[in-house]
């Protein structure tokens, strides 16, 4: 496991389109997943210690901005035959687990995660609904144990995406396992 942190994008970058199935073919366009304030799409995996610790977490937020505005979509670059706990089965028994209500798609060709920039599971980037990039670090400050955060930065992203206000100029990395790129 190699941790990394996310890389700097500049804020403002336009979200690339792009068409992911779902693990049961259903086949999404990056323009239906936007709610009408943004989207918060988070590249992750089912393996990856750093995402598995902020699942549950990302789901219940999840929930709570879909009332702002703000639709949550989770793509997957990690379909890899070395890495079988991220094969699109496995994808949907994490569904089924977790009870992950927002589309959870497979980036098979890792093309999505590669025009993002992403670089670890999770790397999480929030868009606008013009959708320009906003927000694009970690969830709070303390991945592996909820009960110890202090700041959640993506929380106060949302809300200041919300309000109108201009992005959070303070945007700590997300970090967590290398993607695994295939040659």
């Given at each position: 496991m190699a941790l990394l942190e996310s890389e700097k994008i500049p804020l403002g970058s336009i979200l690339p389109a792009f068409r992911l199935p779902d693990p049961n073919g259903t086949v999404y366009d990056s323009d239906s997943l936007f709610g009408s304030t943004g989207l918060l799409l988070v590249v992750t995996c089912n393996h990856c210690p750093y995402a598995q610790a902020i699942w549950p977490r990302l789901i219940r937020f999840a929930a709570e901005i879909l009332s702002l505005g703000v639709k949550t979509a989770a793509l997957n670059p990690n379909i890899h035959p070395d890495y079988p706990d991220d094969s699109p089965d496995a994808m949907k028994t994490k569904i089924q687990e977790l009870e992950i209500f927002f589309p959870y798609l497979i980036d098979a060709e890792q093309?999505?995660?590669?025009?993002?920039?992403?670089?670890?599971?999770?790397?999480?980037?929030?868009?606008?609904?013009?959708?320009?990039?906003?927000?694009?670090?970690?969830?709070?400050?303390?991945?592996?144990?909820?009960?110890?955060?202090?700041?959640?930065?993506?929380e106060n992203a949302v809300h200041q995406l919300v309000k109108g206000n201009p992005a959070p100029i303070n945007q700590m990395p997300s970090m967590g396992c290398s993607i695994k790129w295939k040659e």
């Open positions: 093309n999505v995660a590669r025009s993002l920039k992403a670089v670890c599971t999770p790397d999480l980037f929030l868009y606008d609904s013009d959708h320009t990039l906003y927000y694009h670090g970690r969830m709070d400050d303390n991945w592996k144990n909820e009960k110890q955060v202090s700041r959640k930065e993506l």
